[in-house]
């Protein structure tokens, strides 16, 4: 991978994370909603894997990868999160 193409797709996750936050609010979710949402474009990204719609993959790959940057930025903050499935603690642990 060049170093071109690595710096083009983390500005776009970038802009795509902002984008999202502008159209749908600039608030933190729960770690499980993020994994939710980046999961639901999994399926959508698979479809356009599958019928070759190279501009589609672009799109999907970006709606994937910004929720997970989101969901990386949660982990970072530490700290215990109650997992809201079941009450559990859980804590981020290096």
């Known amino acids: 991978m ?11 996750v970038e802009l795509q994370a902002q984008m999202n936050r502008i159209m749908k609010g600039d608030y933190d979710l729960p770690m499980e909603k993020w994994a939710m949402i980046a999961g639901e474009h999994m399926g959508h990204l698979f479809s356009a894997v599958m019928a070759n719609d190279r501009d ?34 859980s804590s981020h642990q290096d």
């Not at 530490?78 to 079941?86: F, K, M």
């Open 2 to 12: 060049t170093e071109q193409i690595r710096n083009s797709f983390l500005k776009k």
């Open 56 to 89: 589609k993959v672009e799109r999907e790959l970006l709606h994937v990868t910004a929720p997970l940057l989101e969901l990386y930025q949660e982990i970072m903050k530490g700290g215990a999160v109650e997992n809201e499935y079941d009450g559990r603690l």
